[in-house]
Structures are given as structure tokens and as C-alpha cells.
């Protein structure tokens, strides 16, 4: 079982290094999109409307494959301040709650993103206010890959932390 659970873990590491190459071409893509609709209306007085909004779609890809691979790194904001002072063991203590926070906010952010994301490819809807006018779905699936892929990471994150928890026991049960 824990070879199993080795191998699961170094796919899972593979999927969120696939997730951080997603994001690295969306952040090249958005900025070139960018930099095209800039020099578009430098050289030639017009804008290339739908280069900005491709943009804006490659930031959603950029921030949702992107969140998981940058919890698994420890990147994300925390008060370090607050953290520093307690002991190894409350240390661990206080991650491992946040993180099953986090297990349980991915997870229903996950839930209704999917059914939100299947009900509007059921549905065929476009998004018509749109100059590329483009079906909703495609733009919605990073939502749910994103936010399950949190969920995970927080669930593999909250299970550190308590082995981190259980390993900063004395051996009289004290702190």
C-alpha cells in the first residue's frame, strides 16, 4: 500500500508540475496578447479588441492551474509573524486546521464549479456580450480543475502537518 500511495504521490507531483507549465504559457500568452493590442493601437490607431479579452482568459487559466503547484512550493501568503512564536508542535497544529479549511472550501468551490461547468456546456450557452462570443465552458474548466486540485493538495498538506503534529510529541505526552 504505501509503495501505492508513493507512486500516486509522484503522479499527483507530475500533474501540478504539468499545472505550473499551464500556467507559465498562459502568462506568456496573456502578455503577448497584450503587447500585440498595445502596438496595434501605437502603429496602426486601432485596438485588437479580442487580445485583451484572450488575456483576461489566460489569467483565469494563469491563477487556477497554477494555485495548487504554488501550495505544494509553500508559497502562498501567511503571517509568518504569528506562526514563529508558537512551538513546533502547535506549529503543526494551527497548519493542520487551516488546511482542512482549505480541504473543505476547495471542495465545495470544486462541487458547484463542476456542476456550474456541465450545466452550461449542457446548456450551449455563449457568451454573447463577448466580441469572440465563445461557448461559457471552456472558460469555466480551470475553475473546477483548479479548486479540486487545491482540495487535493490541502488534503496532502493537512496530512503532513499532522504527521508533523505527531512527531513534535515528547515522549511524556507533553509539548
Not at 507549465?21 to 485596438?47: C, E, P
Request: net charge neutral; hydrophobic share 50%.
Amino acid at each position: 500500500m504505501k509503495v501505492f500511495l508513493t507512486k500516486l504521490g509522484v503522479a499527483w507531483d507530475r500533474f501540478l508540475d504539468v499545472s505550473l507549465v499551464i500556467s507559465a504559457v498562459a502568462v506568456v500568452l496573456a502578455s503577448l496578447f497584450t503587447l500585440s493590442d498595445i502596438a496595434s493601437r501605437q502603429f496602426f490607431a486601432s485596438a485588437l479588441g479580442w487580445a485583451i479579452e484572450l488575456a483576461e482568459y489566460c489569467l483565469l487559466y494563469l491563477a487556477f492551474f497554477g494555485a495548487a503547484w504554488l501550495l505544494r512550493e509553500d508559497g502562498h501568503v501567511k503571517v509568518e509573524v504569528v506562526v514563529e512564536v508558537l512551538g513546533a508542535r502547535n506549529q503543526a497544529l494551527l497548519g493542520m486546521v487551516t488546511s482542512a479549511v482549505g480541504v473543505l472550501v476547495t471542495g465545495v468551490l470544486a462541487y458547484f464549479a463542476t456542476t456550474t461547468t456541465v450545466m452550461e456546456y449542457m446548456a450551449g450557452t455563449k457568451m454573447y456580450e463577448s466580441p469572440l462570443k465563445p461557448p461559457l465552458y471552456p472558460l469555466l474548466i480551470p475553475i473546477p480543475v483548479g479548486a479540486a486540485s487545491l482540495c487535493i493538495q490541502f488534503m496532502r498538506r493537512t496530512c503532513s502537518y499532522y504527521r508533523r503534529w505527531q512527531d513534535a510529541r515528547t515522549p511524556e505526552g507533553g509539548q
